[in-house]
C-alpha cells in the first residue's frame, strides 16, 4: 500500500516515526519549534513532544552545530536543520573538524549519530548565499556520510536510516522538490539503506549518473532521447558517501557511455571524482570519455533568467548526450 504526498510531507512523516519510535531523538534548529521550520518540516511537533525534544536555537549555527555534538556524545540523536545548506560555512569546526573525526580519534568509544538536514539549491531567486549546492564539499571530509535524494519514497525511507545510523550524515533536500507529491510506502519501518543507488530508468545506449532534483531532469532528457533512439539509463546514486560503485560499474558495463549531471559547479565538484575513478577503474569499458553537465563557475545570481542559465536544465543533457555520442 502507498499513499501520495509532498516531499515535504515525506521528510516530515519519516521525521515523525523516529521521533516516536526513538525517545533519544531530538530535532533542534532555527524557528523549528514555534514556527515549525521555515518549510514546515516540524509544524506541531513542539506540542507533541515537548521543549526538551524540539529545540528552538539562536542564529548561532556553530553553537547548535557544537551542541549537537555534544548532544550525540552523550547519547541523543539530534537532527539539525540548517536553514539552507549555504550555512554549513558558519560552522565549519563543529562538523567537519569534530563530528566527523571524533569517533576515530577516540577509537571507537564515541559514536556520533547526528543528522545535519538543509535545504540546498538554486531556484527560487535566493541569490548567491542561499541557492548553492555543497554537497562537494561534505564529500571531501572523511568521517561524513552524504544523503541527496529524489523522489518522496526516497526522502522518507533514507532519512530514517539516517536518524539510525551511528555516524554522522549530511542530508540535503532540495527546496524546489518540497512541493512535488509522489507516492510513498504505507510502512511505519520504510527504510532505504545508506549506499544503494538506485536506476530510475533502464537503457542501453548511455547512463546518467545523478541525484537530487537533477534525477528528473535527467528523466525529462531521456525520455526526449528515446524520442530520437537514444536508450539512456538514469542511475540516481541517492547516497554519494558511502557510494553504491558496484551499482556504477554495472551500469557502465552496459551502456559504454557515461554522462555526470550535477546542479552544483562543475570545478570541483562530485562528478569530477567520479570521472576519476570511473576513467581510473573501468577504462576499458568505456567507448568514449566520460562527460559532465554542471552547474557554471559562477556566483548563483538573483535575476531569474541568469540564474535558469547558471545550472543545467533538460535541453542541456540532451544537448550534451547527442554530442557524446556522436564523439565530438
Not at 28 to 57: C, H, K, N, Y
Not at 88 to 94: K, N, S
Request: aromatic content about 6%; proline content about 6%; hydrophobic content about 45%.
Amino acid at each position: 500500500m502507498s499513499k501520495q504526498l509532498s516531499i515535504s510531507k515525506a521528510v516530515r512523516e519519516g521525521l515523525h516515526e523516529e521521533m516516536v519510535r526513538d525517545a533519544t531523538v531530538v530535532v533542534m534548529g532555527e524557528d523549528m519549534a514555534d514556527m515549525g521550520s521555515v518549510f514546515g518540516i516540524t509544524q506541531g511537533f513542539l506540542d507533541e513532544f515537548g521543549p526538551l525534544r524540539v529545540i528552538d536555537t539562536p542564529i548561532s549555527e556553530s553553537g547548535f552545530s557544537g551542541m549537537a555534538v555534544g548532544m550525540a556524545m552523550r547519547g541523543l540523536r539530534p537532527v539539525v536543520e540548517w536553514m539552507y545548506d549555504d550555512f554549513i560555512t558558519c560552522c565549519l569546526d563543529p562538523v567537519m573538524n569534530q563530528a566527523a573525526k571524533l569517533r576515530y580519534m577516540t577509537g571507537g568509544q564515541l559514536t556520533l549519530p547526528i543528522v545535519f538536514r538543509a535545504p540546498m539549491g538554486a531556484g527560487r531567486r535566493n541569490a548567491g548565499q542561499h541557492s548553492q549546492c555543497l554537497e562537494a564539499l561534505f564529500t571531501h571530509i572523511p568521517g561524513l556520510k552524504v544523503v541527496c535524494p529524489s523522489t518522496a519514497a526516497d526522502h522518507k525511507g533514507l532519512l530514517k536510516s539516517a536518524i539510525r545510523d551511528n555516524d554522522p550524515v549530511i542530508f540535503l533536500e532540495h527546496k524546489l522538490l518540497y512541493a512535488k507529491k509522489e507516492e510513498v510506502p504505507e510502512d511505519d519501518d520504510y527504510l532505504i539503506p545508506l549506499g544503494k543507488a538506485d536506476v530510475k530508468r533502464p537503457g542501453r545506449d548511455l547512463t546518467i549518473i545523478t541525484w537530487s532534483r537533477q534525477v528528473y531532469f535527467a528523466l525529462e532528457a531521456a525520455e526526449a532521447l528515446a524520442a530520437d533512439g537514444i536508450d539512456a539509463e538514469v542511475l540516481d546514486l541517492r547516497s554519494l558517501v558511502p557510494l553504491d560503485w558496484d551499482a556504477v560499474r554495472e551500469s557502465v558495463v552496459k551502456t559504454h557511455n557515461v554522462m555526470i549531471v550535477e546542479e552544483g559547479v562543475k570545478r570541483g565538484g562530485v562528478g569530477a571524482e567520479l570521472a576519476a575513478e570511473i576513467m581510473e577503474d573501468l577504462f576499458d569499458e568505456l567507448d568514449s570519455p566520460v562527460a559532465r553537465v554542471a552547474g557554471a563557475n559562477v556566483v548563483s545570481p538573483f535575476s531569474p533568467p541568469l540564474e535558469d542559465a547558471v545550472f543545467p536544465h533538460p535541453a542541456d543533457i540532451i544537448a550534451a548526450a547527442k554530442k557524446l555520442l556522436r564523439g565530438e
